[in-house]
């Protein structure tokens, strides 16, 4: 299996080896295309569909009819929620149920992935860290291996720079939310929109085992059921609301 090599720093910004990093993960060949529908696929799960008009059934009440059927000389009504009326329901409106998303198999989002971390590894843009141990719980601990890194990139600490760890440190996440342009992510919620958003990725060393061995982008595929899931205990309970 062809490999290739980078360096490995620790946090203060020392090398300290090399790590080995398989070509079926970082040296994809460019598919502009693929990326631009990835951007699309998350962009598009990310809107929300604030849209909604009332329909004649929705609208408060109209339970009288506003007059006699026949005998007035004027055109029968039955009830003032009809949408030809002011103040009527909307004929045709949107209903708050389009769905906006696009369908993307898990392949291309793989593949698209790796496209993002070759490319970035090729622009010189990845720093492979050594585990990152937090031994005090304190912002400024951060702000040193920033400062250390910046001898390898000099705008580090001016670019969006993104931490991926080995698991969910919600430790280290709170450390970093003070910190302006950095942001945190577990190797098993990878994907290549929220990478495209930052400048800089600093792996962790066994946080790249992971993305190795194929363990990616678990979440961030359960977090589409999950929203499915919540749009339809929505539609239900507003169904026997209006029951």
Do not use: C
């Not at 598919?31 to 849209?51: C, F, G, M």
């Amino acid at each position: 299996m062809a490999t290739l090599k980078s360096e490995v720093y620790n946090k203060k910004g020392n090398k300290v080896g090399y790590v080995a990093l398989k070509k079926e993960f970082f040296d994809i060949k460019a598919s502009p295309d693929l990326l631009h529908r990835i951007v699309r696929y998350y962009s598009l799960l990310e809107r929300k569909n604030t849209a909604k008009t009332k329909d004649r059934s929705e609208k408060r009440g109209g339970g009288k009819k506003p007059w006699r059927q026949k005998g007035t000389g004027r055109a029968r009504h039955g009830s003032r929620r009809s949408p030809i009326w002011i103040g009527g329901g909307v004929t045709f409106g949107p209903s708050g149920e389009k769905k906006y998303e696009i369908r993307l198999n898990k392949k291309e989002r793989k593949k698209a992935l790796f496209f993002v971390l070759s490319r970035k590894l090729k622009d010189g843009e990845i720093i492979f860290l050594e585990k990152i141990e937090i031994k005090n719980p304190k912002t400024k601990e951060i702000a040193d291996i920033l400062n250390s890194l910046s001898k390898i990139k000099k705008d580090i600490k001016k670019k969006k720079t993104i931490f991926i760890l080995e698991s969910n440190q919600n430790k280290f996440s709170r450390l970093t939310s003070n910190i302006k342009n950095i942001l945190t992510i577990p190797s098993d919620s990878l994907n290549p929109y929220f990478l495209l958003k930052g400048k800089y990725l600093i792996i962790e060393k066994d946080a790249l085992e992971n993305i190795q061995k194929g363990e990616i982008s678990k979440k961030a595929d359960n977090n589409k059921k999950k929203k499915e899931e919540n749009k339809k205990r929505k539609v239900s309970q507003k169904k026997k609301l209006n029951k």
